[in-house]
């Protein structure tokens, strides 16, 4: 079975200023998703990244990228220019490669934005 | 469209009794998951369905029921509410096609109590 782990459970980084959130996971699969979701007080689950096994280079959505190492199965989020916005619980999450499953979660880090 | 949508958002039952969470999405996906938050956790998997009439247990499936006869509705039911049932419950749901799975769209929680 696939582990996912998360070893902060919370950070604080000041108003624009640049955090990296921590996940590693253990697999013994070739073929998987791994993901970050943002989950404000309001509890909705929200899709911030996504990054294929297969694709070496690191995926980026504006303020958000990540560090990508299939070899240390490390999967980091770093958020750039941090806002009061994303003050949120950030869960990194596992899907096997064309896998019904659902998706495997860590435990979460609570990140708190200084103003 | 209104993506996936779950209804009730809140609900306190007494222990022994039993209720229906509905869970209805819009997006014509084939894949719809269960899943459940517990305080300082990440998401557990309670069932997953691959398209009507096919549902599969996921890691935490003892005290649920669901069924699939619809590709829209994927209802959970609690038979006998036990205290432990206590959580917010996600329901999901992806499109698998071509060898590759797209990313979960969430609902936005039912907030259950077992008093």
């Known amino acids: 079975a696939q582990t996912v782990t998360q070893s902060q459970p919370e950070m604080s980084v000041q108003e624009a200023e640049t955090v990296t959130l921590s996940c590693t996971y253990d697999?013994?699969?070739?073929?998987?998703?791994l993901f970050w979701y943002k989950q404000p007080p309001s509890r909705q689950m929200i899709l911030v990244i996504r990054?294929?096994?297969?694709?070496?280079q690191n995926a980026t959505e504006n303020r958000f990228s990540v560090n990508f190492q299939k070899a240390a199965k490390s999967f980091s989020l770093k958020i750039s220019d941090s806002q009061l916005g994303d003050a949120a619980m950030y869960f990194c999450a596992y899907h096997s490669g064309g896998g019904a499953d659902g998706l495997t979660f860590g435990k979460g880090t609570h990140l708190i934005i200084q103003p | 469209n209104a993506g996936v949508t779950q209804t009730p958002k809140f609900r306190i039952l007494k222990i022994g009794q039993s209720m229906t969470l509905q869970c209805t999405q819009d997006?014509?996906?084939?894949?719809m998951y269960w899943y459940r938050q517990d305080p300082g956790m990440g998401l557990k998997l309670i069932y997953y369905?691959?398209?009507?009439?096919?549902?599969d247990k996921g890691e935490v499936p003892n005290g649920y029921n669901v069924s699939r006869s619809t590709t829209e509705d994927f209802p959970l039911r609690l038979e006998l509410a036990a205290p432990s049932q206590t959580s917010v419950y996600f329901c999901?749901?992806?499109?698998f096609g071509q060898g590759k799975t797209q990313p979960q769209h969430f609902g936005d929680g039912t907030r259950l109590s077992i008093l």
């Open positions: 997006m014509n996906h084939n894949y």
């Open positions: 369905s691959v398209g009507a009439g096919i549902t």
């Open positions: 697999t013994s699969e070739s073929d998987y998703y």
């Open positions: 990054q294929e096994a297969y694709k070496q």
């Open positions: 999901a749901s992806s499109y």
